[in-house]
């Protein structure tokens, strides 16, 4: 199940590596949510860690996430998954590195006829 939240960086944590395979990072953001802001917990894990980088502590961003549960010894676990984070304004966290971007082709020739009929 895919969900998106707004809000403002509240608190980045440092990557963990749980096990010798398996990483983890938390960040926290501030939600608007009427008279009383909600803090928001989110996990990314192994290659997702590095989304927050070029993000600071008070940016506005949007994040993309899955809702998770599991249960283990009788109790139940709830985990936002990050898969990614952007700025609100809609770039990339570092900057738009990953879209790519095509410079526009000028015109062949210089008698280009722009009257297409469709």
Not at 2 to 27: L, N, P
Not at 87 to 104: C, I, L, V, W, Y
Request: proline share 4%; aromatic share 12%; charged share 30%.
């Amino acid at each position: 199940m895919a969900y998106k939240a707004e809000g403002k960086i509240h608190k980045i944590f440092d990557t963990e590596q749980k096990s010798a395979t398996f990483q983890a990072r938390e960040f926290v953001i501030e939600v608007a949510d009427g008279q009383y802001p909600q803090m928001v917990k989110f996990q990314l894990v192994q290659d997702k860690c590095n989304l927050v980088d070029g993000i600071n502590e008070g940016d506005a961003v949007a994040v993309d996430f899955d809702l998770r549960g599991r249960e283990w010894n009788g109790k139940y676990f709830t985990n936002l998954q990050a898969w990614r984070v952007s700025r609100a304004d809609g770039a990339a966290a570092d900057g738009g590195a990953d879209k790519a971007e095509f410079p526009t082709p000028a015109p062949a020739g210089g008698d280009f006829d722009d009257d297409i009929p469709f």
